[in-house]
């Protein structure tokens, strides 16, 4: 059993009847998930995630203080703090005053910390700014139960990213690609500059992780989830083993020559997809070409005239 599931079981064996028999007239204020920094988060956790955050427990979202109180919410803090601390032979650490991944807290205070908003409405410079990993951690696990639906709606509206936004963010990451990967790589090689050319691969390849997320219409996770995650993807998931072939193997001249191959095919096939959905008018494997295309089909002229690189 994964976190995420655990959490899930525990909330209904112990947090949802404790919330009926105790706070029965709180009950249609709350909602409880698990969602947050973690790999458990996401359901990635296994084996040797065990040594930390493993534990039973979940969150419990509160409106706020017009809604309930502090007073309740102290109440609801304590009754939190009492339910088992042992469950399926997994022992719970003592609820921390801070850094706390589990427990009590309010919508707006966590969406703040997640996403620099209390309500999931951004800024088209939030929207960019912010790092997809935050976004992503804003937005994943599971909501096991939402009386308002504040929660599940905030999470809703951070997930639509809008179209502009991502047209922006989709310009900067292919024109780097085509800088990293099409360009300076081979250009490294030739200086005999090996470490740089291995630096360009790396930048090449995060790029493409996230273009990739892009098409997707989802939110890159943070780096040590990105690969896992990728190849979850509906679209372009594939890409992910060559990706990882890009940046494990060496430079010598034989195989070198190969990752110029492997990139120029990897720029195909993205290009094909970004025809494919209508984002470019251009053909041909050129990704700075395609860059610009997705960019001039940006509505927002203020967001249009940003830099081509503000959506990185």
């Known amino acids: 059993m994964n976190g995420l599931e ?19 007239h709180l009950l249609p204020s709350l909602a409880a998930g698990l969602t947050g920094s973690g790999s458990e988060c996401y359901g990635y956790d296994d084996a040797l995630s065990r040594d930390h955050d493993y534990e039973p427990g979940f969150c419990l ?13 102290f109440a609801l803090e304590r009754a939190y703090a009492a339910l088992p601390k042992s469950f399926m032979g997994i ?14 807290f309010r919508i707006s205070e966590f969406f703040m910390e997640k996403a620099g908003t209390p309500d999931g409405v951004l800024s088209a410079d939030q929207w960019l700014s912010i790092p997809d990993a935050a976004l992503a951690e804003a937005t994943n696990g599971a909501v096991f139960y939402d009386g308002p639906g504040q929660l599940t ?34 250009r490294c090689l030739g200086h005999g500059e090996n470490a740089a050319a291995q630096m360009a691969l790396a930048e090449y390849v995060r790029h493409c992780i996230q273009v990739v997320f892009l098409l997707n219409h989802a939110y890159m996770p943070f780096y040590k989830w990105m690969f896992r995650a990728m190849r979850g993807l509906p679209k372009l998931s594939l890409l992910a083993e060559v990706l990882e072939y890009l940046i494990t193997t060496d430079n010598e001249p034989d195989i070198s020559r190969e990752k110029m191959d492997v990139i120029q095919g990897i720029s195909a096939d993205i290009s094909h997809e970004l ?38």
């Not at 979202?61 to 919410?73: N, Y």
């Not at 690609?177 to 300076?184: E, I, R, V």
């Open 153 to 186: 709606g905030i999470r809703e509206r951070l997930r639509n990213r809008p179209e502009d936004i991502r047209r922006k963010k989709l310009c900067a990451n292919l024109l780097l690609m085509n800088q990293s990967g099409q360009y300076n790589y081979s």
């Open 91 to 104: 022992e719970r650490t003592p609820v921390r005053p801070v850094g706390q991944r589990r427990g009590v």
């Open 275 to 312: 025809i494919a959905q209508g984002l470019t008018r251009e053909s041909g494997e050129d990704l700075q070409r395609h860059a610009l295309s997705v960019n001039d089909g940006i509505v927002d002229a203020g967001i249009r005239n940003m830099h081509v690189l503000s959506g990185e």
């Open 6 to 24: 655990m959490a899930k079981t525990y909330f209904e064996a112990y947090g949802l009847p404790m919330l009926e028999e105790q706070f029965p």
């Open 61 to 73: 979202f509160l409106p706020d203080e017009a809604v309930i109180s502090r007073k309740e919410a």
